[in-house]
């Protein structure tokens, strides 16, 4: 049963970074289903090798009803998990704290493991730092209405992005509006006005959009396509990398408008669970971070020099 405690800025961490680095071998992996197309691991490898962690990062497919047993199953080498779909609700209800994100979205995509035998596990969602950090390279830092297409288990934490670069009206448009009931209570936690509309109808009333988030999968189609003045005036994230460009990512391109892929928004939130495993603080900065980031964008084939 998730926790109702908050976590600790700083949870107590078994290694730290170079400059005092544990060379303790721990061990972390990446959980969901499907999970062979994962590149979690490249990532989390090129960040500890940075660090000189002699540290070891899998993949493991695990399903929703497996989660609970396999995680009590881990012995005391055990640092943490990265969570992908289809587990990160259950995630949440494993934790016995939570930070203030994952509170909010009700989504955990990572799980920081206290040595064992009187583990307690740490729950944090690092999807809204991803998307922020995402959408900041590609030029925007700030927002004042957010669309969101689709209303899928990443639409929280799309939502919650855009109110941290300031967004206070969000639209989601969705296959079905009420799938997109719960986003409410999110909006409300958020102080965001948030506006539901169904994908079948028509773009009205969305001139001042500035930033837009799909959750939707890369090759779908708009039955009504977007506006070509609000591809002009918008940044796209896409949550979908593969195959990139997606659909809406070659519409943004034609434009000449600014676009992300979920490739970024990847890289971003490992960065944020690297500094959870290492330091136990979703917020602590890694020694020499900047290049950190870059040796984890090259794991991908993304050339993005240190600064």
Known sequence: MAGSETADAGVASSATATGGASSDSRRLAVFGSPIEHSKSPDLHVAAYRALGLDWIYDRRQVEVAQLADVVSALGSEWRGLSLTMPLKQQAFTLSDTLDRTAQVTGAVNTLLLDDAPDRRIHGFNTDVAGIVGAL??????????????????????ALAALAQLGARDVTVAARSAQRAEPLHDVADELGVALRV??????WADLEDVDAVISTLPGTASLEH????????????LDVAYDPWPSVLGQQWAAHGSRAASGLD?????????VRIFV???PLAVLPDEAAIL?????AVGISRPAT
């Open 136 to 157: 900041r390279d590609a030029g925007t830092s700030s927002v004042g209405h957010g669309l969101v297409l689709g209303a899928g288990a990443t639409a929280a934490s």
């Open 197 to 202: 509309r169904e994908l079948p109808t028509g």
């Open 225 to 236: 396509p977007l506006p070509d003045e609000l591809i002009a005036r918008s940044t796209l």
């Open 265 to 273: 928004m990847l890289v971003h939130q490992a960065l944020v669970q």
């Open 279 to 281: 330091l136990g603080d």
């Open 294 to 298: 870059s040796a984890m964008f090259a």
